[in-house]
């Protein structure tokens, strides 16, 4: 059972490149989380969705989309990235909230934009 | 803005005392749930209580809610230097929404 795994691991983007991170997970969760972390700053949602087909916005949005065409992933994209877009960005995901049970994460993307 | 904020920032103690960590939050929740994160490491969920619950226990760990002041508390007891870790608090805000929301978390520091 891998839980939730996040390709790639690290990655270096020069200013205005476009990257997709993947994030895969197996125990069948309805719902997906992409967050970043900064120093200081806590955990900051950037998009999420509950459900194959579906995605919403969460709290830092822009400069991000996101996918979730199979219920197992949920990819996120930069189409252009900027300096401000490094940071650690983890995926997450859960049951249903109603199932009382918290979210899984994933070990992290070290991001760099220089 | 974030939705909860642990208190204090960082907490440094001895090995086998108990540490306690605060959390207060904004809106109504459903539930309020605690992480632990090692450095350079994801999120692993510790515990959960839902709203309408005052206190749960897991192991060493024991968690409050307070609804009516919108915080909760969370206790280690007889820390070990494996506890150390940053420690998130994370709500589930009943908007109608299903989004986590995390503060920016306590860092436990224990020395052995």
């Known amino acids: 059972n891998a839980g939730v795994t996040q390709t790639p691991k690290f990655r270096v983007l020069k200013t205005g490149q476009s990257m997709t991170l993947l994030c895969a997970q197996d125990?069948?969760?309805?719902?997906m989380y992409w967050y970043r972390q900064d120093p200081g700053m806590g955990l900051r949602l950037i998009h999420y969705?509950?459900?194959?087909?579906?995605?919403a916005k969460g709290e830092v949005p822009d400069g991000y989309n996101v996918s979730r065409l199979k219920k197992q992933n949920f990819l996120l994209g930069l189409e252009s990235a900027a300096p401000s877009q490094t940071s650690v960005y983890f995926c997450?995901?859960?049951?249903?909230?109603?199932?009382?049970?918290?979210?899984?994460f994933g070990q992290g993307t070290r991001l760099t934009v220089v | 803005s974030q939705q909860g904020e642990e208190d204090p920032q960082a907490l440094s103690i001895q090995e086998g005392e108990n540490a306690t960590m605060n959390c207060s939050y904004k809106?109504?929740?459903?539930?309020l749930q605690w992480y632990r994160q090692n450095s350079g490491r994801g999120l692993v969920h510790l515990i959960l209580?839902?709203?309408?619950?005052r206190e749960k226990h897991s192991g060493r760990l024991r968690v409050t809610l307070d609804t009516s002041k919108k915080s909760s508390s969370l206790l280690i007891t007889a820390s070990r230097a494996a506890d150390t870790a940053s420690y998130f608090c994370?709500?589930?805000?009943?908007?109608?929404?299903?989004?986590?929301?995390f503060g920016a978390g306590t860092r436990l520091f224990v020395k052995a």
């Open positions: 994370a709500t589930d805000p009943n908007t109608g929404g299903f989004k986590t929301i």
């Open positions: 809106t109504s929740i459903n539930n």
């Open positions: 997450a995901s859960s049951y249903r909230a109603d199932r009382g049970e918290g979210a899984f």
């Open positions: 125990m069948n969760h309805e719902y």
């Open positions: 969705s509950v459900g194959e087909g579906t995605t």
């Open positions: 209580i839902r709203s309408n619950e």
